[in-house]
């Protein structure tokens, strides 16, 4: 390599990770920007300042002869060499606007210092009723979170989801954002066949991002999560006139949802695509070593991502469960673990003065065992969310609901909600609290017009935005739940519903989840209950062994 430790290139973003950059530079060589590279400051948010196609003045910090390839560093150059120009065949064919890069580079420090202190998700306890010593949980708080980062407590051997925005398999990951490219350009519609842990996750970042609009290219359905003869007949009716691709994801194998759907799907895209054509059109994700569905993806030569074995269902969105298909669906993955890694950095210390995730756990803890709620209602305000709060309810519910102890966690979206439940919930019996998912910004504006005639009595609302309408809906509803119904009511604010904040969002109520779990002693990582009905629906079908 002729390049020298040292030397100062200009190289191109071509490919983008939650916490580095590679850069290509003249004559092919490429070089990696970690993210502790780019400046001395802390940087939240890498993909939110670093972008594919962006250019990039660097210095090389140090060579790997054998891969032809070199780290590379922003924050070790110094002023001068900033500044000084490069000989123009060091730039390539395009020239480099450099004054474009010092641009960058001072907004990039004004980046930093705004997000220091900014959480990606903001929980505003302003709004309780019930008056909670938080700071008394302490000394617990700090001995479950010994148990959750040195694996000590029940069920540590699923505890793969805590550090994963950090471990995740990089090479997988490039296979899944190359795949889900594949996909997107060559089918229209994906099937996303799975149930629980297997697909919630990704349906609910699908739908909250994208929104339910009119179907975007290509389309995402969903099979496998039930066994309603109607539904499943009507979607591969559907699919008969479509050119689709399948995510069957399973890590047992063998629930029987999933594989009683995956067996129509192959079957159908056999039909139409013959056995090579589906082989190609079908995506598995899988355990790493076991199960019915390793065998018949490694038999059929399937593409395969796996389920680590250290992280069950209902943490496992972060993984390729849920990032193929939301790549798929044209969500920025790489943001989204972006996002979940900067929040395992913000809730990595036990301090509840600092730590969120174990603020929530301690309330909600406090709420049910102090103040005798039995239920929490998580409330969103966009019909996109609800199945936010599928996967929130599976979480929660699968976590904790054992033993005769657990919070019930239900799920409304308000303001259609309130023209329903919203009785209950300003003047019904007591027994629940309220946790309200607030996203400041959306993505679409819309202006109410002036009517001349007002037959409709609405000009008061003539010129308004629907944010601002829904803004004071959410204002009123919250002050009438707490300070006329007392109910208590947690704040969750969030941004902005886009792949970074909704990664953050993941994970801030996985650690929740862990901690308050722990906290009503209980196992969060298994799932005993569900196996019930199974045992039972499998006798009377006649299964072999049951
Ligand atoms: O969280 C869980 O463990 C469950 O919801 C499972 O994900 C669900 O039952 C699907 O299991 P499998 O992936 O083995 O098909």
Avoid at 185 to 204: M, P, T
Avoid at 269 to 294: M, V
Avoid at 439 to 444: A, D, F, G, I, L
Wanted: glycine share 8%; charged share 25%.
């Amino acid at each position: 390599m002729n390049e020298k430790i040292g030397d100062i290139l200009v190289g191109t973003v071509v490919r983008l990770y939650p916490r580095y950059a590679i850069l290509l530079f003249d004559g092919g060589k490429t070089g990696l920007l970690h993210i502790s590279e780019l400046s001395n400051n802390y940087i939240r948010n890498f993909t939110a300042l670093v972008q594919v196609g962006n250019i990039y003045k660097v210095k090389v910090i140090d060579i790997d002869e054998e891969n032809d390839s070199m780290r590379v560093s922003v924050k070790q150059l110094t002023d001068a060499e900033r500044h000084r120009n490069l000989p123009k065949e060091h730039i390539g064919e395009d020239e480099v606007d450099f004054s474009a890069l010092q641009t960058h580079l001072s907004e990039w420090i004004n980046d930093e210092n705004q997000e220091v202190n900014m959480e990606g998700i903001k929980l505003d306890l302003g709004h309780l009723v019930t008056k909670i010593d938080i700071a008394s949980y302490q000394e617990k708080v700090n001995e479950i979170h010994k148990m959750i980062h040195e694996g000590t407590g029940l069920g540590s051997d699923f505890l793969g989801w805590v550090d994963w925005p950090e471990n995740y398999d990089q090479e997988e990951f490039a296979r899944i954002q190359e795949d889900a490219k594949y996909v997107r350009e060559h089918f229209d519609v994906l099937v996303v066949c799975g149930i629980g842990g297997s697909y919630l996750g990704a349906r609910a970042a699908i739908e909250a991002i994208r929104g339910l609009g009119p179907a975007k290219k290509p389309e995402i359905l969903y099979l496998g999560q039930t066994l309603d003869p109607d539904y499943i007949a009507d979607t591969i009716d559907y699919l008969k006139t479509k050119h689709f691709a399948v995510n069957v994801i399973s890590k047992s194998g063998t629930t029987t949802e999933t594989s009683v759907a995956f067996r129509l799907l192959k079957d159908l895209l056999e039909k139409q695509l013959g056995k090579e054509g589906a082989r190609k059109a079908i995506y598995a994700t899988t355990d790493k070593e076991n199960g019915a569905l390793l065998t018949l993806a490694k038999k059929e030569g399937y593409a395969r991502y796996v389920l680590p074995a250290n992280i069950g269902g209902r943490f496992s969105v972060l993984t390729a469960v849920g990032l193929f298909p939301i790549a798929v669906a044209g969500i920025d993955i790489v943001s989204m673990l972006n996002g979940a890694a900067d929040a395992r950095h913000d809730f990595s210390e036990p301090s509840l003065e600092k730590n969120a995730a174990y603020r929530y756990a301690v309330v909600r803890h406090h709420l049910y065992e102090k103040e005798g709620k039995t239920a929490e209602f998580l409330v969103t305000y966009a019909p996109s969310q609800v199945q936010l709060g599928e996967w929130w309810k599976q979480l929660f519910g699968e976590s904790e609901g054992k033993d005769g102890k657990g919070l019930l966690p239900a799920s409304v979206t308000f303001t259609t909600d309130l023209h329903s439940m919203g009785q209950f919930i300003q003047d019904g019996k007591k027994t629940f609290f309220e946790t309200t998912i607030r996203v400041n910004k959306s993505r679409r504006l819309l202006t109410v017009g002036k009517d001349e005639e007002n037959l409709d009595g609405l000009n008061f609302l003539a010129g308004k935005d629907l944010s601002e309408i829904q803004q004071k809906a959410f204002e009123g509803t919250v002050e009438a739940h707490t300070v006329t119904g007392r109910n208590d009511n947690l704040i969750l604010e969030v941004e902005e519903m886009d792949g970074y904040h909704l990664g953050y969002l993941f994970y801030f109520f996985m650690k929740a989840c862990a901690m308050s779990a722990y906290l009503n002693g209980v196992n969060p990582f298994n799932q005993p209950g569900v196996e019930v009905y199974k045992k039972n629906m499998f006798h009377l079908l006649g299964k072999p062994g049951y």
